[in-house]
């Protein structure tokens, strides 16, 4: 019988109809989501520096209020809330926080040594997001503090102390900053009329844009304009974590939570409770704009005075920084189910890149390792497959003996195999141990901010973008067709050259990954094909062959 040709004319029209509409989907998706610029945020972030104020140096102002006299000043305060806003911004080498007298929030966070996709400082919170911890007092009467004027009562290098008064309560909030690990120590204390509160809620927004950069398969997750936003919560020694695509509305409710984070990918806002009761942590996302709201309990209704503490970390996804503030804060950083894997490769990474300064070079070197330990699983696959490929013809054989009757057929098979000490499992058994190690090295190279911006060589300059000429993704094609051409197979010859497409596929797919990652892939691939050749001269499998013909 003729052999049917898999590459006829109506596949082959198939094929390219299928790129056609694959193409046109991503041009229309492009059209729909215009990539985000920052000119609005630059201006609005220029103008919030021009009119700032930086705290005085610690010293110059009593670190201390009378909070009674305040109290008398309510009517003042009111007023206040119709004056001019106030900025306030605490700025040192890596970070610019500013922060609004409007409602006492912080209503600006640069960070200065992570550089935007397209130029200047990175904005996680810009003038357009509602802010972080705007508060509200919540009992017969909720008391909203958003739209209050605070005043400064006692500024220091490192620590601001507001104070708002609004229907006879008093909030004052205390922002100490340490710079050093991207985090706030915030402290808040209410008095006055308290009677019947039952829930103190702060909220904190992040505006949801469209992708920053995209690519052919996957929009980009990227720091403050991504099309993905990412919710985590640490409630009762679990973690949750919801990744919300742009369109889709939103509601989640955890409660006693110990961590909540809203962000990105790379970025977080991480909420982190410090005081002796567990909040409730809100989840919200509609079209435009995702808010996460932690809502206080108030145990005793009749309190006169309500202390709440908590730390806020807002910066990079970097486990050394997050444990730095709290060891459980590491669970943030998504490195899936094999994360005990992931962890230890990523400082394998961070210490090659310790010693040759290019993290491009360290994915390389990490691969050889990850390749090299996991030989001895790769050899045995082989071995297995070559054997069960120089058996075949003996299979046909049987196959056609008994057609039919697939019983006998089955058991003389497995009869075959024994003689000749072959497991039919013995090609995918070692494939599938090394899967948790590929796996999670995958991972760790998807979501490491240790990549973020950090160039490879000539036409890459970001490592947790895409190729942007698209070479490490047509090299990768290349090198898995030589891999596949070479792999032993027991599928039948129509099958084989069907297989022959997925390399390009797998390219196709690559186009719009991490270039570091596509890096990881091809690298791991063009290894395989060198080991594979060595394997090759390993005359054991044929002189098996010779055995079994001889018998």
């Known amino acids: 019988m ?22 046109g989907w991503q041009h229309y998706l492009e059209k729909k989501y215009p990539p985000v610029t920052e000119s609005a945020m630059a201006t609005a972030a220029a103008t919030a520096q021009k009119n700032s104020i930086t705290p005085a140096p610690e010293g110059s102002t009593s670190t201390t209020q009378d909070l009674r006299a305040i109290k008398n000043k309510s009517a003042e305060a009111e007023a206040a809330a119709k004056a001019d806003e106030k900025l306030w911004t605490f700025e040192n080498d890596s970070w610019r926080v500013v922060v609004s007298s409007r409602g006492g929030k912080i209503a600006q966070v640069f960070l200065k040594n992570y550089t935007s996709k397209t130029s200047g400082d990175l904005i996680l919170v810009s003038p357009q997001d509602q802010g972080l911890l705007n508060i509200s007092v919540e009992g017969a009467t909720p008391i909203d503090f958003s739209n209050v004027n605070f005043s400064l009562t006692s500024p220091s290098s490192d620590q601001l102390i507001l104070s708002g008064v609004k229907d006879g309560v008093l909030v004052r909030k205390t922002y100490k900053f340490i710079p050093e690990k991207y985090s706030i120590n915030v402290g808040l204390q209410i008095n006055g009329a308290l009677k019947d509160v039952k829930t103190v809620s702060l ?32 409630h009762k020694n679990k973690k949750e974590r919801d990744v919300i695509n742009v369109k889709d509305d939103f509601n989640k409710e955890i409660d006693q939570a110990q961590l909540a984070a809203i962000g990105s990918r790379y970025f977080t806002s991480l909420f982190i409770n410090r005081s002796s009761v567990f909040p409730n942590a809100i989840a919200h996302k509609s079209a435009n704009a995702a808010n996460l709201t932690i809502r206080f309990p108030v145990l005793d209704s009749q309190a006169k005075q309500i202390d709440l503490a908590f730390d806020m970390f807002i910066g990079p996804k970097s486990i050394k920084l997050l444990t730095a503030v709290e060891p459980a804060a590491a669970v ?22 310790g010693i040759v300064g290019n993290y491009g070079v360290a994915i390389i070197l990490l691969t050889l390792l990850v390749r090299s330990l996991t030989f001895p699983f790769t050899y045995m696959s082989y071995k297995s497959m070559k054997s069960m490929q120089l058996l075949q013809p003996e299979v046909a054989r049987l196959k056609e003996k008994h057609k039919g009757d697939t019983q006998t057929f089955n058991m003389e098979m497995m009869k075959l195999y024994k003689e000749n000490k072959v497991n039919p499992m013995g090609g995918c058994l070692p494939m599938l141990l090394q899967l948790p190690v590929f796996w999670a090295l995958y991972q760790v190279l998807q979501n490491s901010i240790e990549l973020y911006r950090a160039p490879f060589i000539l036409w890459i300059h970001d490592l947790s973008q895409k190729d942007p000429y698209y070479v490490l993704p047509v090299l990768m094609g290349i090198t898995m067709f030589i891999q596949q051409k070479i792999t032993p197979s027991t599928m039948d010859p129509a ?39 060595i394997i090759m001269k390993d005359r054991r499998p044929q002189a098996k062959a010779a055995i079994l013909k001889s018998n």
């Open 2 to 23: 003729e052999e049917k040709n898999p590459f006829d004319s109506r596949t082959l029209i198939a094929i390219a109809m299928c790129l056609l509409i694959w193409f």
């Open 203 to 234: 909220s904190s927004g992040m505006e949801v844009t469209k992708q920053e950069e995209k690519g052919f398969t996957f929009f980009s997750f990227g720091p403050s304009t991504a099309n993905y936003q990412e919710y985590f919560f640490f």
């Open 332 to 353: 943030v950083v998504d490195y899936g189910m094999f994360s005990v894997i992931a962890v230890p490769l990523l400082g394998v990474m961070k210490w090659f890149y």
């Open 495 to 533: 099958q084989a050259k069907m297989m022959l497409i997925m390399p390009i596929f797998f390219s196709i797919l690559m186009f719009g990954l991490p270039s570091g990652l596509t890096l990881y892939i091809f690298v791991s691939t063009l290894f395989g094909i060198i080991q594979q050749l």
